[in-house]
């Protein structure tokens, strides 16, 4: 094997075990930023070690080994400090710091100690980007380099976030647990929160050049699946993964060999991915079972949104789809989480279900939402109701201000040129 076969094969066996490696750690040291330090401290080992010596049969078990090991001579060095600027007497020999048992208490089970790290990666304590940046960090296994590339900041500003967030989580000395109770559902919410942003700058990402960044989905999905078999009996576990692997299914066929977006009706139905399809069925279907099972049997705004994407993943054809279901799930989504981004989705299944007509009324009701004011889809979407209605002057004028309105190099150029079709006064195509 190569050096660069080497390199390969450790960056492999670190995305895949760094997570469980510093979940633990750091349920023994109690420092995520420690737990951290001493993972990288083996990752550096096995960057010299390895291209010598070949990777080994079982490379999770000796970078564990070698970071237990990293653990105990940082346990050993802090008692001889303390040793040394302390008297020593009888409050000390009360009081000594003992080397833990890092042998048995890193052999168990890592289940727990995975789900401990998810939630404090995603702590409240954090802002919503330090939380994306620390999960991406220390569960996605990404370097700061591929975390700021991912999302087009610059390097140094991943970098303070994630030194900050380790900060702040060992000052405000966040306890490192599984919630329980009442506390539980906030904190789940927060987890679901971040990895959904996570798939949703990769599948819809809000600036740059690409239209698409699989790597942050493929990333999303991966800790998503993990969250799931850590939480099985969590209904809006399996129904944010039911709604991340049927939209994973379509990404093939939304973008054109040249990158250009492909909407949703305009998609070759037959590049959708089957199996994720297969998959997301299953997990919603999972998650609905699960809802049945508690006391209001209602479904969470995950799960919704799942029900919504498995309408169009059913559809064999755009005409197929059952947009009044739809309407009808969104209605529902909207009472239990009143938005107004929900609201402007329900108005485009409205247009579907009803009519143009019936949904520009919903869509002007929205126009003097502060929330939307710079919300490039809001014009977006009534661009192309008016467009329905044969008012194309008007028409072009909202898809221009879209355009003006994304970051999105792609998407610009996919609204400027309805704002052209619509000066032609032809059709473009439809929405999402």
Known sequence: MTATDSHRAIDAVWRIESPRLIA???????????????????????????????????????????????????????????????????EFATKEMAVPDLNAALDDSIGDDLLRLVFISCHPV???EARVALTLRLLGGLTTEEIARAFLVPEPTIAQRIVRAKRTLTEKRIPFEV?????????LSSVLEVIYLIFNEG?????????????LCEDALRLGRILAGLAPQEPEVHGLVALMEIQASRS????????????????????WDQLLIRRGLAALDHAERLRAE????ALGPYTLQAAIAACHARALTPEETDWARIVALYETLAQLM???????NRAVAVAMAFGPAASLELVDALTSEPSLKAYHLLPSVRGDLLRKLGRFDEARAEFQRAASLTRNARERELLLDRASTCARGSTPPESR
């Open 24 to 90: 633990g750690l750091m349920r023994i040291v109690r420092d995520v930023g420690l737990a951290e330090d001493l993972a990288q401290d083996a990752l550096v080992a096995a960057l010299e070690q390895w291209p010598l010596s070949g990777v080994p049969d079982n490379p999770g078990a000796w970078l564990m080994a070698t970071a237990k090991h990293r653990a105990i001579d940082h346990f050993r060095r802090n008692t001889r400090l303390e040793r040394k600027h302390e008297e020593l007497g009888r």
């Open 126 to 128: 954090l802002s919503t």
């Open 252 to 271: 093939r066929a939304r973008v054109g060999p040249s990158g250009e977006p492909i909407l949703l009706n305009d998609q070759n139905r037959a590049h």
């Open 179 to 187: 919630p329980r109770g009442a506390e539980l559902t906030e904190r």
């Open 294 to 297: 508690e006391p209001d049997g």
């Open 338 to 344: 009143p938005s107004p981004v929900v609201e402007l």
């Open 203 to 215: 599948y819809s990402a809000t600036a740059g050049d690409d239209w698409l960044r699989p790597a």
